[in-house]
């Protein structure tokens, strides 16, 4: 039945196109132009994009590191060549949805995704969206991270060379090379970036506290990405296919320092788009087909100083995903419009760690889930927009029900640029295939995640030839039903439960200031964010845990960046602050510790020399001693040199 009201709506879609008017619509870069407040203000409810000078000078970092310093979003790290995990709007990283070109990149058998694993390299715009703008997706009850990947026609010749040498023998190759023509842009993506990664710390679970060098920390990471886009008359052909490689040494955390421990992971993925945009007088159309492969090989060995063994582990997980989207949006009367969408998805997971089939060392679960999505918006009256959405998701033949949002935005007519923003959301997240096949452990029986959110914040953009100033700040409201929590049994295993009842609640505040004066350009940016998210479930009242704030997840978090350019020369600074987390909901618990705050600053001293770049950097310029995760060791102070060259 699933394949049929696809097939349904496709056929609708085509004859949508068929009554569209022939006029040749030629798909030329749009640039908004500054004038345009009112247009601003109304993309920017619920959701922001990153600077894009911001993502040009960070070319070199993974997409852990961007949020990090100029987003709101908490990113909880490992360290370098170590897994980043996501915490939006004080949820958990299962919570953040992250999407390229539209797709959803989450594990079908995790949930979540290692933004140390993406970088900003192989992406041209990120944004951010949370509140009703995530309805178009299940799953960000947290937020959604966007990754989009766009050129621009007619640029001529692509060639563009990176090279990066820092502290730890750590090196960065980057290579784009391609063609921009009027109706064609053909370009390829490769990179490599490796690290002894041995950097010296203090090991704060010996008594006395020791000096150490970390070991068994390298890693190497590369991939190339081509991309090809044709532009016809009414429509545009695009293909890209991100494929990528690393193997990844785990350094033992610092209790463990002593011990024989081997530990690594050999990840490979390739991820294979096609859509095909057509475009009429009063709307488009975008097909969407997608391949995604995952590979995973995590090995574990571990004995003590005496040679006795503690642990071996040896698995290997793979997914197939497979994702066919029919995107509609047409105007309709005056300034409304309307959006559809159709999704099939199909999810299979391969693993070690589920139960394992007679015949084979491995054990194969699916899923497909068909979607169905729409929103209207337009004015209700003058300076007051609506947007509702409707979603429903079938998933394995059963409704998981529907799903509404709705937006108000009101820009004051007195005030130029000045809008309020205020919206209702109710998204739901399925379990994850490990959720319900884990062995042992998995529970087949559990129910999705469902989540309402209420939103509520102001916007003020102004804008003349010297002088811009974006500011936001709001306030937000979340509770979560059947948040599913591994929780311990009798048979000395964890299993999944819908048995917490999570509320987040916070505030968020955005600030951008841009100043130019003859030869001198001043940019100030910075994020702040309040979270508080608890456990009231009956299950956190029996363990004493109902009230406290969850694990890893900071009341506060903010970070700033400032940065002066006079003629060819540039300075930036950049300032990290998270606040105190918890590692352990029990305070009895022998491990239950409190990570105190850490504050980090980073400076960096650039040249432009004609088609040249040179740039100087100092992370953690006051050598901070410091821990994101309990007993991970984190880098002191290290250096890097940054060569560029443009054609």
Do not use: C
């Amino acid at each position: 039945m699933k394949h049929i009201f696809f097939i349904a709506f496709l056929l609708t879609v085509l004859n949508i196109n068929s009554l569209a008017q022939n006029d040749t619509i030629m798909l030329d870069y749009v640039e908004i132009s500054a004038s345009h407040i009112n247009n601003k203000v109304q993309e920017k409810a619920m959701e922001r994009k990153i600077d894009t000078a911001i993502m040009q000078r960070l070319q070199t970092a993974s997409l852990s590191q961007l949020l990090i310093q100029h987003s709101p979003v908490f990113i909880k790290t490992y360290g370098p060549g170590g897994t980043a995990s996501a915490s939006f709007r004080g949820t958990t990283a299962s919570h953040t949805l992250v999407l390229w070109n539209g797709l959803q990149l989450n594990s079908p058998s995790l949930g979540e995704v290692d933004f140390s694993m993406i970088p900003v390299f192989f992406t041209d715009e990120v944004s951010l969206q949370w509140g009703s703008k995530t309805s178009a997706n299940s799953g960000g009850l947290g937020g959604v991270v966007n990754i989009a990947n766009k050129q621009k026609f007619n640029e001529g010749l692509i060639l563009n060379v990176k090279q990066t040498y820092g502290s730890f023998n750590t090196w960065g190759s980057y290579l784009t090379v391609g063609y921009s023509a009027k109706n064609m842009i053909a370009r390829i993506k490769a990179y490599r970036n490796s690290s002894d990664n041995d950097f010296t710390y203090t090991n704060i679970a010996t008594i006395p506290h020791q000096e150490m060098k970390q070991k068994n920390a390298d890693f190497v990471d590369y991939g190339v990405m081509p991309e090809l886009q044709v532009r016809f008359k009414n429509s545009l052909l695009s293909l890209v296919s991100w494929n990528q490689f690393s193997h990844r040494n785990y350094p033992p955390i610092m209790p463990n320092a002593f011990n024989n421990t081997k530990e690594y992971a050999d990840n490979d993925f390739s991820r294979n788009l096609i859509s095909y945009k057509y475009y009429w007088n009063s709307g488009r159309v975008e097909l969407k087909s997608a391949y995604f492969h995952e590979r995973q090989d995590y090995f574990l060995e571990s004995y003590t100083s005496n040679g006795l063994p503690v642990t071996q582990i040896n698995t290997l997980n793979k997914s197939d995903v497979f994702r066919q989207i029919v995107d509609l949006q047409q105007d309709l009367f005056r300034s409304w419009k309307l959006y559809a969408k159709v999704q099939y998805d199909y999810e299979s997971v391969t693993s070690s760690d589920y139960d394992l089939d007679r015949d084979s060392d491995l054990s194969r679960k699916n899923r497909d889930i068909i979607s169905f999505y729409a929103a209207l918006d337009g004015k209700i009256y003058r300076d007051l927009d609506l947007r509702m959405t409707l979603r429903n998701d079938i998933v394995d033949d059963k409704s998981a029900g529907f799903f509404p949002t709705a937006t108000l935005t009101y820009r004051m007519p007195f005030v130029k640029g000045l809008s309020f923003n205020a919206g209702y959301s109710h998204n739901y997240r399925n379990p994850t295939l490990n959720d319900l096949y884990w062995y042992p452990g998995g529970n087949e029986n559990l129910k999705a995640e469902n989540g309402k959110t209420f939103d509520f914040d102001i916007n003020y953009l102004y804008e003349n030839v010297n002088f811009n100033l974006d500011f936001r700040s709001g306030l937000y409201y979340s509770k979560v039903n059947d948040w599913i929590q591994w929780v311990p049994t009798n048979y000395r295993y964890w299993m999944p439960k819908n048995v917490s009842e999570v509320m987040a609640r916070g505030f968020e505040t955005h600030l951008k200031v841009n100043y130019n004066f003859a030869l001198w350009t001043f940019s100030v940016s910075g994020n702040y964010v309040y979270s508080h998210t608890t456990d009231e479930s009956e299950y956190a009242q029996q363990y004493d845990a109902n009230g406290k704030q969850l694990i890893y997840i900071p009341k506060h978090h903010a970070n700033a960046f400032a940065e002066v350019r006079w003629k060819s020369w540039n300075m930036n600074y950049t300032l990290e602050f998270t606040g105190e987390r918890t590692t352990s909901m029990n305070d009895d618990e022998f491990f239950a510790y409190q990570l105190p705050y850490y504050i980090l600053h980073h400076i960096s001293f650039g040249k432009q020399l004609n088609r040249f770049r040179l740039e100087f950097k100092i992370n953690n310029l006051l050598n901070e001693s410091y821990q994101t995760v309990l007993w991970r060791a984190m880098p002191g102070r290290s250096y890097e040199i940054y060569l560029e060259f443009k054609l």
